[in-house]
Antibody
Framework: EVQLVQSGAEVKKPGESLKISCKGS????????IGWVRQVPGKGLEWMGT????????RYSPSFQGQVTISADKSISTAYLQWSSLRASDTAIYYC??????????????????WGQGTTVTVSS | DIQMTQSPSSLSASVGDRVTITCRAS??????LNWYQQKPGKAPKLLIY???SLHSGVPSRFSGGGSGTDFTLTISSLQPEDFATYYC????????FGQGTRLEIK
C-alpha cells in the first residue's frame, strides 16, 4: 500500500526555522513526484510546489517561490518542506501528496491520489 | 498562472438531489482537470482525474465533464456522506486549485 506519513504538529515563534517531513512507503520513492499543499484554517487548498526525487528537481508556485524550500532525501524516502524564518501567516495545515500512477516527472494528469495526514504548523509569539 | 474559478461557492441540497458544480479555467487546460472532496479535519480525496475519469473506488454517482475552459462535477443522487467541500484542480501547467464549493445539507 502506497502511504505518506507526515511529521507531527509544530508550535513555533515568528522568526524561527522549521523543517517538516513526509515519509513515503509501499512504492519506489524516487520515481514519483511529491507535492506540498497548504491549507490556512477555514480556507482552501494552495499548491506550494513539487519535488521529483530521482532528478532532484523542484518546481514552486510563484506564490511560494523564495518563501519555502522543498527537498527530498532519497536514502530515507522522505520529502521535506522548510522555512528559514516563520511568520504568523504561515500558520496552516500542510499536506504532502503524490500520484501512485504517474511516474513521469511533474506529470499531474492522474491527480494527487495519495495524501499524507497533514502537519499543523502554528506560529505565534 | 492559470486561475481556476468554481461556482457556486456554497450550495445547499437534500439527500437524493442531483447537484452540479462548475469550474472555469482562465485559459484552455484541455482535459487536465481533477476534482477532490474534503471533509472537515481530513485530507482531500481524489474523485475525478483527466476531467471525466473516475478514480478507483469512487462511487459511480460522481461524474465529471468538460474540456478546454469549462468543467463540471455532478453528483447524481446525493448521499449523506457527500456533504463536504469540493475542489477542482488544473494540472495542465503546474497545479492550481479552485477556491472550493461547500456542499451543505438543506
Amino acid at each position: 500500500e502506497v502511504q505518506l506519513v507526515q511529521s507531527g504538529a509544530e508550535v513555533k515563534k515568528p522568526g524561527e526555522s522549521l523543517k517538516i517531513s513526509c515519509k513515503g512507503s509501499g512504492y519506489r520513492f524516487t520515481s514519483y513526484w511529491i507535492g506540498w499543499v497548504r491549507q490556512v484554517p477555514g480556507k482552501g487548498l494552495e499548491w506550494m510546489g513539487t519535488t521529483y526525487p530521482d532528478e532532484s528537481d523542484t518546481r514552486y508556485s510563484p506564490s511560494f517561490q523564495g518563501q519555502v524550500t522543498i527537498s527530498a532525501d532519497k536514502s530515507i524516502s522522505t520529502a521535506y518542506l522548510q522555512w528559514s524564518s516563520l511568520r504568523a501567516s504561515d500558520t496552516a495545515i500542510y499536506y504532502c501528496a503524490t500520484s501512485s500512477t504517474s511516474s513521469d516527472i511533474f506529470d499531474y494528469y492522474y491527480g494527487m491520489d495519495v495524501w499524507g495526514q497533514g502537519t499543523t504548523v502554528t506560529v505565534s509569539s | 498562472d492559470i486561475q481556476m474559478t468554481q461556482s457556486p461557492s456554497s450550495l445547499s441540497a437534500s439527500v437524493g438531489d442531483r447537484v452540479t458544480i462548475t469550474c472555469r479555467a482562465s485559459q484552455s487546460i484541455r482535459f487536465y482537470l481533477n476534482w477532490y472532496q474534503q471533509k472537515p479535519g481530513k485530507a482531500p480525496k481524489l474523485l475525478i482525474y483527466g476531467a471525466s475519469s473516475l478514480h478507483s473506488g469512487v462511487p459511480s454517482r460522481f461524474s465529471g465533464g468538460g474540456s478546454g475552459t469549462d468543467f463540471t462535477l455532478t453528483i447524481s443522487s446525493l448521499q449523506p456522506e457527500d456533504f463536504a467541500t469540493y475542489y477542482c484542480q488544473q494540472s495542465y501547467s503546474d497545479l492550481t486549485f479552485g477556491q472550493g464549493t461547500r456542499l451543505e445539507i438543506k
